[in-house]
């Protein structure tokens, strides 16, 4: 917890931090055996997902740890599509390895041993259960810190920095293009900055996403399981996080219970993610300084 959090934030903070320790498979909390079980959380994970909680990847808000040789890859997430880059027809964007009953398993990614490159440096292999997809890019969890940080800059501030033509106008050798997405939540095209490659545009994007396809878990940002055009027994849409009296529960879209004016399940795992504490390097210069060469960026 950042130790300048307001007051009105450290409810949402303690909520959003018990849903991140969370298993949504059995609702037990992954730190102490005395939590009681979180009943009102058992069998919201899923038919196919990569992980049961949050923090079985974010070990300690922080990075998943690359596994040894011949282990499988169960704290990383594999995009994956065809060969034209559309979601893979009998998988859909994400490879989730694990599922719930009789779901047909979408395959497991095992590290296989590394290539040792003439530069000194080597590259992962992967070898995939079900075939290697036509397309597929590797990605281990990140650390959460910092991403509220992040947020709290403006995007007219950083759109400022954006080259969009490639064109290197301030001349100080670097030329970077910003990522434009699109808000699931207003329709809207913002600026990309959150999980790699920048693909989505705020932390409540991000968590939603993650929440969708690494769980299973599904929000009103995205209501739909990630599901390929030719599978079967995805699991169903419309489900959704929210806090009610105090409990997380689940809200199904589609029937008479509402999630407004509610603490939504989601929203307060966003709200955690803004708020982990991110440490003071008085050592370190910003990277804004080193490589892009910007001033030093006061959030607020």
Known sequence: ???????????????????????????????????????????????????????????????????????????????????????????????????????????????????????????????????????????????????????????????????????DHNGNGITGRASLVTDPETGEVRLGRFGYKAATASVRHQVASELNTDIGVMTSVLPDPDCGREQTGCGESGAELWYSRGRLCLCSMDGGHRCAGTWNGYFVVAWYSRLVFVSTQKTIKSVFQLVLHLPIVTSG
Not at 61 to 69: F, I, S
């Open 1 to 167: 917890m950042a130790t300048n959090l307001s007051p009105g934030n450290a409810q949402p903070f303690v909520r959003g931090r018990r849903v991140h320790h969370t298993n949504f498979e059995d609702g037990s909390h992954d730190e102490r055996n005395d939590n009681p079980i979180w009943t009102e959380q058992i069998g919201k994970a899923g038919n196919h997902y990569v992980n049961l909680s949050c923090a079985n990847c974010h070990v300690r808000n922080g990075r998943a740890l690359v596994e040894n040789v011949g282990n499988n890859l169960t704290k990383w997430v594999f995009k994956v599509g065809d060969a034209d880059g559309n979601p893979d027809p009998l998988i859909g964007s994400v490879l989730q390895p694990d599922q719930t009953g009789s779901a047909t398993p979408e395959g497991t990614v095992m590290l296989s041993p590394w290539t040792e490159l003439s530069n000194g440096l080597r590259s992962p292999n992967y070898v995939f259960s079900n075939g290697e997809p036509a397309r597929f890019s590797a990605r281990i969890a990140p650390q959460l810190v910092g991403v509220g940080l992040l947020e709290a800059i403006d995007e007219a501030t950083i759109l400022e920095w954006a080259e969009q033509d490639n064109v």
